[in-house]
Each structure stands twice: as structure tokens, then as C-alpha cells.
């Protein structure tokens, strides 16, 4: 592990799970909107708190998660919380780019339960196949 200091108080104040993470819910700044859930482990807090950008665990990669490293959306930070029983952490966040989904969508939360079926109901901004380019 870096030289991130794992036994701030603020750290150890919160309920991390079995596995030391805890769920994320990005949330735009401005409007209030959704953009996208994710998890944390101790290290990925400590780097946006350290940073002020958003940085994830991701589980699929079993690594440190960057938002933005690969697409350029980077989510400055601007507050950070976490629910009544510290299982959670909420943040603030704007969105550079305005696309927090791999999809190309403002929202990852963009299918709607309609006559019993989930319906896409946002638009894509860009192409993600424009995003990932490489």
C-alpha cells in the first residue's frame, strides 16, 4: 500500500464492509441528478479527498479507478458525505464533459421501468466508441 495513512479517524469512523468498501453515489453538484454508483475502499476516499477528483475501486480491474482516466470525464469533488449509519458516502460532484456513463449518457441511471420492461430513456451525448478511441 502507498504511504496513505489507513488510520485517520474520519476513516476508521465509517462501516466499511467484508471486503473494506463501502457504495458511492455520485451526484451532480448542480442539479441534484444521480450520475452514476460505484465503491470505494479506504485508499480511493483518501485520494479524493487528497486530490478532489472522484477516484473509485473498481472491482472488476481489482485496482484504484480514476474517473476520467480513460474517457476524460474527469467529476471534481466539491463535498463529501456519508448517511446517518456511515455505510455510504454521497459525492458532490461536477461532471467534466457532462457524461459520467460509459455509454455516452449523462447518467448511468438512464433505463425506466415501463409496462414491465427497463426502457432506455436518455439520450447518448457521444458515441462511446468516440470516447474509448484509442
Known amino acids: 500500500?502507498?504511504?496513505l495513512n489507513p488510520a485517520l479517524p474520519w476513516l476508521e469512523a465509517l462501516k466499511w464492509d467484508?471486503?473494506?468498501l463501502l457504495p458511492a453515489?455520485?451526484?451532480?453538484?448542480?442539479?441534484?441528478?444521480v450520475l452514476m454508483f460505484a465503491w470505494m475502499n479506504r485508499e480511493?476516499?483518501?485520494?479524493?479527498?487528497?486530490?478532489?477528483?472522484?477516484?473509485?475501486?473498481?472491482?472488476?480491474?481489482?485496482r484504484l479507478w480514476k474517473k476520467g482516466e480513460e474517457s476524460g470525464h474527469y467529476q471534481k469533488v466539491s463535498a463529501i458525505r456519508t448517511d446517518c449509519d456511515g455505510?455510504?458516502?454521497?459525492?458532490?460532484?461536477?461532471?467534466?464533459?457532462?457524461?459520467?456513463c460509459h455509454t455516452g449518457r449523462q447518467s448511468c441511471f438512464f433505463h425506466e421501468l415501463q409496462g414491465g420492461r427497463w426502457v432506455p430513456v436518455?439520450?447518448?451525448?457521444?458515441?462511446?466508441?468516440e470516447i474509448y478511441a484509442k
Open 1 to 3: 500500500m502507498s504511504d
Open 25 to 33: 453515489i455520485a451526484q451532480d453538484a448542480e442539479s441534484g441528478r
Open 122 to 129: 436518455d439520450p447518448v451525448v457521444k458515441d462511446p466508441k
Open 87 to 100: 455505510d455510504v458516502i454521497l459525492l458532490a460532484i461536477a461532471q467534466e464533459g457532462g457524461i459520467a
Open 44 to 62: 480511493a476516499l483518501e485520494e479524493t479527498v487528497r486530490s478532489g477528483n472522484a477516484v473509485y475501486w473498481s472491482r472488476s480491474r481489482s
Open 18 to 20: 467484508d471486503a473494506g
